[in-house]
């Protein structure tokens, strides 16, 4: 199986700060990795497929980059509504599997 | 609109079979370019993709559950379901169902783009 490793697994930021989050896999997935919003309650979302295909109806302040084994979410200016947890998931190779998860707090 | 929503047994005894339906509205669940599938996520714990259906019902599932899962899809009632024997208090978790798209010829990532909010199932006597 491709492990999915996340970093940090939780930060704490300020509306307006650019966030960075990390997703590593163990082996190269080429482009095949997608980032996910999950908010308690609500249904995931997918904000950025294919390492950095913007979803339809995601704000452009969320961006994807990265190839083979590392990987780069980042939020420009963070608003309240981002606040939440992001992961991180392949599907280069079946099991397809997830990062941890990191999660996005007010400071 | 898409809407995905589970339903099911939200409480399962240990060594018997959950059942969970995923009923599927705002689109075709045979249209093509599509699979459906089922994850989990343990309390505290990350996800774990369970498995895939096709509306051919060709499915892929995870070898970790492979011998306990069946999911099957029901292409009169747009609804897909998931069957996971001989549960045990691992199996508790939140289960969702989502939508995945799948590339075309000209390749690409598939990805999960629309979820259910999700049914918490506990395993408990």
């Known amino acids: 199986d491709i492990q999915m490793t996340q970093s940090p697994s939780s930060l704490s930021a300020s509306v307006g700060d650019r966030v960075t989050i990390t997703c590593r896999a163990s082996q190269s997935i080429s482009s095949y990795l997608n980032w996910y919003q999950h908010k308690p309650g609500i249904a995931p979302k997918v904000l950025i497929y294919?390492?950095?295909n913007f979803q339809s109806g995601v704000p452009s302040r969320f961006s994807g980059s990265g190839s083979g084994t590392d990987f780069t979410l980042t939020i420009t200016s963070l608003q309240p509504e981002d606040f939440a947890t992001y992961f991180c998931q392949q599907t280069y190779s079946t099991p397809l599997t997830f990062g941890q998860g990191t999660k996005v707090e007010i400071k | 609109q898409l809407l995905l929503q589970e339903s099911g047994s939200g409480l399962v005894k240990p060594s018997q079979t959950l059942s969970l339906t995923c009923a599927v509205s705002?689109?075709?669940?045979?249209?093509?370019?599509?699979?459906w599938s089922w994850i989990r996520q343990p309390p505290g714990k990350g996800l774990e993709w369970i498995g895939y259906?096709?509306?051919?019902?060709?499915?892929y599932y995870n070898p970790s559950l492979e011998s306990r899962v069946t999911i099957s899809i029901d292409n009169s009632n747009n609804q897909f379901s998931l069957r996971l024997s001989s549960v045990t208090a691992a199996d508790t978790a939140v289960y969702y169902c989502?939508?995945?798209?799948?590339?075309?010829?000209?390749?690409?990532?598939?990805?999960?783009?629309?979820w259910g909010q999700g049914t918490l199932v506990t395993v408990s006597s």
């Open positions: 294919g390492a950095s």
């Open positions: 989502a939508r995945v798209v799948v590339p075309g010829v000209t390749g690409g990532a598939a990805y999960f783009d629309n």
């Open positions: 705002g689109v075709t669940i045979s249209s093509v370019g599509y699979s």
């Open positions: 259906i096709y509306h051919s019902g060709n499915d």
